[in-house]
């Protein structure tokens, strides 16, 4: 079954290329990145979500609790390997990865729901990732014994995940109100050079560790995309459960499904290790769900006649 891995599988032995420059490169540019989308954000569009509190509430609903909820189901239903058992919690624990902005936009989504959307999640991150992953990855014993090894501390977590998204977000935002014509200078350039630089860290990865990916790329493969595809339809049928609009839907189910897998892979390197398995889940997330957005988003463009 393409979801089922045999536990005797020594996944966590591989050992991925990522030394301690690598790690420094990727919180720059995930910091960078941050810095880049907050350089468009306005307090105006938080006053949006004020203002449409029932988005904002379905949008975290379904980010924060139902796909990591959900996520655990799904776990003590698969029973996949430990460690990709707790990938699946990481990256449903993370927020949404920025490049859904785009993608919500392509997909005649609500783009500046989207935004507020992500910076909220951002804020918000900084206590709801430690407190998913910690909360179910307690809950399910193999995973647990993992958590018990590695003596993963809150705090630290916290303050990671502040530093470099939570800060930039501010900086960004301050930029924005005080210096706003320099912001959007700096925003032209510094967009797609950060995203450049983010595809670039994802390709040199893969290439330093091919003959992993290519010898146990097929173990994991089926769990992302069954998982990636679940949170999609997590966000977008809880949307319309919850009575909003299309483009609403859309963008929710594009902030739901498209999750921050640098930041899932910059936590598994800094706090356990680069656990093998987790390591490879979430890498292949987090050039999976690029894909699966870009496809998502074409369909949407194509047919709004459709999942209505």
């Not at 990865?97 to 909220?120: Q, R």
């Not at 993992?146 to 501010?170: A, M, N, R, W, Y």
Request: positive net charge; proline residues 4%.
């Amino acid at each position: 079954m393409l979801l089922k891995t045999n536990v005797d599988i020594p996944i966590d032995s591989i050992k991925i290329n990522f030394d301690s420059e690598g790690l420094w490169i990727l919180n720059i540019a995930l910091a960078i990145i941050m810095f880049g989308v907050a350089l468009s954000i306005k307090i105006d569009d938080f006053k949006l979500l004020i203002k449409k509190p029932k988005i904002l509430f379905v949008g975290i609903f379904s980010q924060f609790f139902l796909l990591p909820a959900l996520t655990f189901v799904a776990i003590l239903i698969i029973k996949p390997h430990p460690s990709f058992a707790l990938g699946m919690m990481m990256i449903a624990a993370c927020p949404g990865g920025n490049i859904s902005n785009f993608f919500s936009k392509m997909a005649n989504g609500n783009a500046a729901l989207s935004v507020s959307l992500t910076a909220f999640a951002t804020l918000i991150c900084i206590i709801m990732t430690p407190f998913n992953l910690q909360f179910y990855g307690g809950l399910y014993e193999p995973t647990n014994a993992i958590l018990k090894t590695v003596e993963l501390d809150p705090f630290s977590l916290f303050k990671l995940v502040l530093l470099i998204l939570g800060v930039p977000l501010i900086l960004g935002m301050l930029t924005n109100i005080y210096f706003e014509e320099t912001a959007k200078k700096i925003e032209k350039k510094l967009k797609p050079f950060s995203m450049i630089i983010f595809l670039a860290l994802i390709v040199i990865a893969v290439y330093d560790n091919l003959d992993i990916f290519l010898n146990y790329i097929h173990l994991v493969a089926g769990l992302v995309i069954f998982h990636n595809i679940g949170a999609y339809f997590i966000g977008f049928y809880t949307a319309k459960t919850f009575g909003l609009e299309k483009r609403d839907r859309k963008t929710i189910s594009m902030e739901t499904g498209i999750q921050n897998g640098g930041l899932g892979l910059l936590l598994i390197f800094q706090f356990f290790d680069g656990l093998g398995g987790m390591a490879l889940f979430a890498a292949f997330w987090s050039i999976w769900d690029i894909f699966s957005g870009l496809v998502l988003a074409t369909f949407w463009t194509k047919d709004n006649k459709q999942l209505k």
